[in-house]
C-alpha cells in the first residue's frame, strides 16, 4: 500500500505555500517593526523541559507529546509549542544576565497528538513572539497591538479575551478557595475537573462541559481576589487598549492550557472558524525564566496558529509579472538559456527548453501570469534580436538583445 503522510499532518504544496509565504513574509516585517528579530531553536527538546515549563498536569504534556528515547538514550520530544524551547535558549546563552529588553519572533512546526479535526493538527505552525525583561504593563498592551496590526493586515475578524491569572502573592490564595469550593461542588463536576482539583484548579474554569460550566458560574472569582498590583496592572492595560481603540472582553474563565502563565493572560477568536476558533494566544509568564533555573526575568508572549490564520486569508491578487521567454528555432535554445540566467538574477523567468510556436508560447506566458513575452524566432536569431510583448499593456515591438538585457537584466 502507497505510504501516506501520518494522521493530523500535512503538505503543505502550492498555491496554500504561497500564503504561508505571504503570512510569514508580512507578520516578520510587522514584529520587526516592534522591535522583535528572528530566532531558531530546535524542533527535538529534553522532555524535561516540557514538563517543567508547560506543566505536568496540562493536556498537553499529559497526554499529547510526541515523547521518546533518542539512541543515546535521552528522553526527548518533540516541541508541543515555542515558549519552552526560547526560554531555555535565553537561559543557556546567559542573556537573562544581561541588562535590557530582549524580543524575539519565532515561526514552525509544533506537534501535539491530539484528536485530528477542522482547525487542529497534530503537526501545526506557529508563528511566535516572545518578550523578555520588560516589567511594565506597556509591554503587554503593546504585544496585543502587534497581534492586532497581524490580524488586521489580513483583515481578519476577531474577539480579543483578556484575564488575569494573577501572581505568586495571590494566586496560592485564590487556589485554596477555588479548592474549598470544589470540595462543596464535587458530585456535581465531571472526572477531569476532580483530578485538577489534585492537579492544577484552575484549570477547571476552562472546562467545556457544560455541566461543570455551570456549577463554575458561583465559583470564587480570581479577578476579584487579584492583589493590588495585579488589579492596578489588569486596569491600566485595559485603559490602555481602550485609548487605543482596541475592543476587549475581560473572560474570567480564560485560564489558557499550560501552566506557565501569571497575570495578564489573552486569546484572539474568531467567529469563522468553528470549534477551533482560537487564533492566538499568549500571556505573561514572570517565573518560568527562573522556574527553569534563570536569573528572575520578566517576560510575556503570544503565538499565532498559522493554519487557523491561513484558512481566514486571501491571497491578492496577483498582478503580471516577469518574462515568459520562448525560442521558436532549436539553435536560439542556448542563447536564450544564458539571457534567462541573465535576467533571473533579477526577475522571474519562465524558460521552456523546447521549441515552439508563437501561439503555443502565448499560451505558456498567459498560464504563467508574465508581464512579458520575449520570443526568438528565426529572424530575430538571425538578426540578435527579440520580439518582445508586454501583455499588460498589449503593446509589441523587437529590440536587439542588448537593449532588451539592459532593460530587464543587471
Ligand atoms: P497555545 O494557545 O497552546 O499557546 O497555542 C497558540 C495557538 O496555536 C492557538 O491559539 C492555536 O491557534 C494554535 N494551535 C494550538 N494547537 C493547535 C493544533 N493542534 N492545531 C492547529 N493549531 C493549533 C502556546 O502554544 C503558547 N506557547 C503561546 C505563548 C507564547 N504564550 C506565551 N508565549
Same mark, same amino acid.
Given at each position: 500500500?502507497?505510504?501516506?503522510?501520518?494522521?493530523?499532518?500535512?503538505?503543505?504544496?502550492?498555491?496554500?505555500?504561497?500564503?504561508?509565504?505571504?503570512? *510569514?513574509?508580512?507578520?516578520?516585517?510587522?514584529?520587526?517593526?516592534?522591535?522583535?528579530?528572528?530566532?531558531?531553536?530546535?524542533?527535538?527538546?529534553?522532555?524535561? *523541559?516540557?514538563?517543567?515549563?508547560?506543566? +505536568?498536569?496540562?493536556?498537553?504534556?499529559?497526554?499529547?507529546?510526541?515523547?521518546?528515547?533518542?539512541?543515546?538514550?535521552?528522553?526527548?520530544?518533540?516541541?508541543?509549542?515555542?515558549?519552552?524551547?526560547?526560554?531555555?535558549?535565553?537561559?543557556?546563552?546567559?542573556?537573562?544576565?544581561?541588562?535590557?529588553?530582549?524580543?524575539?519572533?519565532?515561526?514552525?512546526?509544533?506537534?501535539?497528538?491530539?484528536?485530528?479535526?477542522?482547525?487542529?493538527?497534530?503537526?501545526?505552525?506557529?508563528?511566535?513572539?516572545?518578550?523578555?525583561?520588560?516589567?511594565?504593563?506597556?509591554?503587554?498592551?503593546?504585544?496585543?497591538?502587534?497581534?492586532?496590526?497581524?490580524?488586521?493586515?489580513? @483583515?481578519?475578524?476577531?474577539?480579543?479575551?483578556?484575564?488575569?491569572?494573577?501572581?505568586?502573592?495571590?494566586?496560592?490564595?485564590?487556589?485554596?478557595?477555588?479548592? +474549598?469550593?470544589?470540595?462543596?461542588? +464535587?458530585?456535581?463536576?465531571?472526572?477531569?475537573?476532580?483530578?485538577?482539583?489534585?492537579? @492544577?484548579? %484552575?484549570?477547571?474554569?476552562?472546562?467545556?462541559?457544560?455541566?461543570?460550566?455551570?456549577?463554575?458560574?458561583?465559583?470564587?472569582?480570581?479577578?476579584?481576589?487579584?492583589?493590588?498590583?495585579?488589579?492596578?496592572? $489588569?486596569?491600566?492595560?485595559?485603559?490602555?487598549?481602550?485609548?487605543?481603540? %482596541?475592543?476587549?472582553?475581560?473572560?474570567?474563565?480564560?485560564?489558557?492550557?499550560?501552566?506557565?502563565?501569571?497575570?495578564?493572560?489573552?486569546?484572539?477568536?474568531?467567529?469563522?472558524?468553528?470549534?477551533?476558533?482560537?487564533?492566538?494566544?499568549?500571556?505573561?509568564?514572570?517565573?518560568?525564566?527562573? $522556574?527553569?533555573?534563570?536569573?528572575?526575568?520578566?517576560?510575556?508572549?503570544?503565538?499565532?496558529?498559522?493554519?487557523? %490564520?491561513?484558512?481566514?486569508?486571501?491571497?491578492?491578487?496577483?498582478?503580471?509579472?516577469?518574462?515568459?521567454?520562448?525560442?521558436?528555432?532549436?539553435?536560439?535554445?542556448?542563447?536564450?538559456?544564458?539571457?534567462?540566467? @541573465?535576467?533571473?538574477?533579477? %526577475?522571474?523567468?519562465?524558460?521552456?527548453?523546447?521549441?515552439?510556436?508563437?501561439?503555443?508560447?502565448?499560451?505558456?506566458?498567459?498560464?504563467?501570469?508574465?508581464?512579458?513575452?520575449?520570443?526568438?524566432?528565426?529572424?530575430?536569431?538571425?538578426?540578435?534580436?527579440?520580439?518582445?510583448?508586454?501583455?499588460?499593456?498589449?503593446?509589441?515591438?523587437?529590440? @536587439?538583445?542588448?537593449?532588451?538585457?539592459?532593460?530587464?537584466?543587471?
Amino acid at each position: 500500500m502507497a505510504i501516506k503522510a501520518l494522521r493530523g499532518m500535512k503538505d503543505i504544496l502550492p498555491p496554500l505555500s504561497e500564503k504561508y509565504l505571504y503570512f *510569514l513574509q508580512n507578520a516578520s516585517r510587522l514584529a520587526e517593526n516592534f522591535g522583535f528579530k528572528y530566532i531558531e531553536t530546535p524542533i527535538l527538546e529534553e522532555t524535561a *523541559l516540557f514538563k517543567r515549563s508547560v506543566g +505536568e498536569s496540562s493536556d498537553i504534556v499529559g497526554k499529547e507529546m510526541y515523547q521518546f528515547i533518542d539512541k543515546g538514550g535521552n528522553d526527548v520530544c518533540l516541541r508541543p509549542e515555542g515558549t519552552a524551547g526560547v526560554v531555555r535558549s535565553f537561559i543557556e546563552h546567559k542573556l537573562d544576565r544581561q541588562e535590557g529588553n530582549f524580543r524575539y519572533f519565532y515561526y514552525g512546526p509544533m506537534f501535539r497528538y491530539e484528536r485530528p479535526q477542522k482547525g487542529r493538527f497534530r503537526e501545526f505552525h506557529q508563528f511566535g513572539c516572545e518578550s523578555f525583561g520588560e516589567q511594565s504593563v506597556f509591554e503587554d498592551a503593546n504585544m496585543i497591538m502587534l497581534v492586532k496590526e497581524i490580524l488586521e493586515f489580513f @483583515n481578519i475578524d476577531y474577539t480579543l479575551k483578556i484575564n488575569s491569572l494573577g501572581c505568586p502573592k495571590c494566586m496560592p490564595k485564590y487556589k485554596t478557595k477555588l479548592i +474549598e469550593f470544589l470540595e462543596k461542588v +464535587e458530585a456535581k463536576i465531571c472526572e477531569d475537573c476532580a483530578r485538577r482539583k489534585a492537579t @492544577n484548579p %484552575i484549570r477547571v474554569l476552562d472546562c467545556k462541559i457544560d455541566a461543570c460550566k455551570d456549577v463554575y458560574v458561583d465559583a470564587p472569582k480570581l479577578l476579584e481576589n487579584l492583589c493590588d498590583e495585579c488589579k492596578s496592572d $489588569f486596569s491600566t492595560l485595559q485603559e490602555l487598549l481602550k485609548a487605543n481603540r %482596541i475592543d476587549f472582553e475581560v473572560d474570567i474563565f480564560l485560564v489558557r492550557g499550560l501552566d506557565y502563565y501569571t497575570k495578564t493572560a489573552f486569546e484572539f477568536v474568531s467567529g469563522h472558524l468553528g470549534a477551533q476558533n482560537a487564533i492566538a494566544g499568549g500571556g505573561r509568564f514572570d517565573r518560568l525564566v527562573e $522556574f527553569l533555573g534563570g536569573k528572575p526575568t520578566p517576560a510575556i508572549g503570544f503565538a499565532i496558529g498559522v493554519e487557523r %490564520i491561513l484558512d481566514l486569508i486571501e491571497l491578492p491578487q496577483k498582478q503580471r509579472e516577469g518574462v515568459y521567454l520562448g525560442v521558436m528555432i532549436e539553435e536560439a535554445l542556448p542563447l536564450a538559456f544564458e539571457i534567462a540566467s @541573465n535576467l533571473r538574477k533579477k %526577475i522571474f523567468v519562465e524558460f521552456p527548453y523546447k521549441k515552439k510556436s508563437l501561439k503555443a508560447h502565448l499560451k505558456g506566458a498567459d498560464k504563467t501570469n508574465t508581464r512579458y513575452a520575449a520570443i526568438i524566432g528565426e529572424d530575430e536569431f538571425k538578426q540578435k534580436s527579440i520580439w518582445l510583448k508586454d501583455l499588460e499593456e498589449k503593446k509589441e515591438e523587437i529590440i @536587439n538583445i542588448e537593449e532588451f538585457l539592459k532593460r530587464f537584466g543587471d
